[in-house]
Structures are given as structure tokens and as C-alpha cells.
């Protein structure tokens, strides 16, 4: 089974702080994604990769930036947090091509910034 | 990406079967429909994809009328276990492309 994991359930973080969320998928996916989930607007793509290097802004990058230097890691950097990043970020991964769209994610960290 | 429209919440009882149709009015002809699961504290599950007709697997259904404007998932005798939030997605099938999930259905089974 393809396991996605994140460095942390839950995080408490103060305004202004530098903060990483880490993901690792174990089964060699090209693609991977970042969202946030807040309640009643679903989930929004932050941040996505298609191979090591490479990313591409979602529809919410603002104050967002990710690290992609091997093929398994994906980081969500927060570079200055603010409270309105207060959310649940799920990571995903998924194989290329044009198989379904099915995306592996990952449990979630809940994040809340003081 | 094409919108959808879904019920923002269902309560059913164990064992009964449980459709949650969604809306799709301005699917495009290369569009797939295709239902991802969350249940609390984890992440999305994908369920099923399907393109017209009906597709079938150890899950779910998921019935597509011959205009594409709607679709239904059906969950057979659902369990306790069952109470989820789904989401209805559309759009191309590529397992790469972005996905963009609305605000989902929230089933809620009952004893």
C-alpha cells in the first residue's frame, strides 16, 4: 500500500515563525501536492510537483513556498506565519499519466498559529 | 474545471442503501466524475472514477445518465463506518492533474 506520511499531526506555532511541514511518500510517485482544508470551503491546492525540482503554484500560494530535492520529500514552507494559516495541510502523491485520478494522502497536520 | 453541485449533508441507517447525487452542468467531453471518501482526522480516500454509464467495484457505483450534467454514488448497506464526508470531483483523467474538491457531503449513519 502506498503510505504518505507527515512529520506531524499537530503543530502550535507563533506569528512571524519560519515553519516546515514535511511529507514523505514511500512508493516512488512523480507527482505531489500540497492543501489546506478549512471548514466550509473544501480543500485548496497550495503547491504542486511533478518531478524533483520542479513545482507549480496551486490557487492559494500566497505566503506558501515548497522544497522538492528528492523525489519522496515535498516541504510546505511557511516563511512568516500568520494567524489566517491557521488550517489542516493534507499532502498528497500520486503517479503520472493518465491512470485515475487517485491521489494518496497523507493524515494531515493541523496547524494553528498563536 | 467544471463545478459541482452536491447536498451538504445525509442521515441514513445501517444497512440501508445511501445515493448522493452531484451536479455537473458544464462537464466538458474529456471530463471523468470521480469520488474521493474522508473520514475525521485523515485524509481523502479515493472511491470510484467512472465517464458514462455505470462502474462498479467493492465499494461503490456510481451511475452517469446518458447527459453527463449529474451523477449518483451509491453506497450499498452502509455501516456505521460509512459516515464520511464525499466529495464529487470533475474534471480530466489524469492522475497527475490538480483536483479540486467542493465542500462534499456529510453522511451521517445512524444505528
Known amino acids: 500500500d502506498v503510505k504518505v506520511t507527515q512529520s506531524s499531526r499537530y503543530l502550535v506555532k507563533r506569528t512571524g515563525e519560519k515553519v516546515f511541514l514535511e511529507c514523505v511518500q514511500d512508493m516512488d510517485h512523480e507527482n505531489m501536492f500540497w492543501y489546506r482544508q478549512d471548514p466550509g470551503l473544501g480543500l485548496r491546492l497550495i503547491y504542486f510537483?511533478?518531478?524533483?525540482?520542479?513545482?507549480e503554484k496551486g490557487d492559494i500560494p500566497e505566503g506558501y513556498s515548497v522544497s522538492r530535492e528528492k523525489k519522496e520529500r515535498f516541504s510546505l514552507i511557511l516563511e512568516s506565519a500568520s494567524t489566517n494559516q491557521t488550517s489542516m495541510y493534507l499532502c498528497a502523491s500520486s503517479l503520472p499519466g493518465t491512470g485515475e485520478n487517485e491521489q494518496f494522502f497523507g493524515p494531515g497536520t493541523r496547524l494553528t498559529v498563536l | 474545471l467544471a463545478k459541482t453541485t452536491q447536498p451538504i449533508s445525509m442521515d441514513s441507517y445501517e444497512g440501508q442503501e445511501v445515493n448522493i447525487t452531484c451536479s455537473h452542468n458544464n462537464i466538458a467531453t474529456n471530463d471523468y466524475i470521480t469520488w474521493y471518501q474522508q473520514f475525521p482526522s485523515q485524509g481523502p480516500r479515493f472511491i470510484i472514477q467512472g465517464y458514462k454509464t455505470k462502474v462498479t467495484n467493492e465499494v461503490a457505483s456510481l451511475f452517469i445518465p446518458a447527459d453527463r450534467k449529474s451523477s449518483t454514488l451509491s453506497l450499498p448497506r452502509v455501516s456505521l463506518s460509512d459516515t464520511a464526508v464525499y466529495y464529487c470531483?470533475?474534471?480530466?483523467?489524469?492522475?497527475?492533474?490538480?483536483?479540486?474538491f467542493g465542500g462534499g457531503t456529510r453522511v451521517l449513519v445512524k444505528p
Open positions: 470531483l470533475v474534471g480530466p483523467k489524469a492522475a497527475g492533474n490538480k483536483l479540486t
Open positions: 510537483s511533478y518531478d524533483v525540482k520542479m513545482k
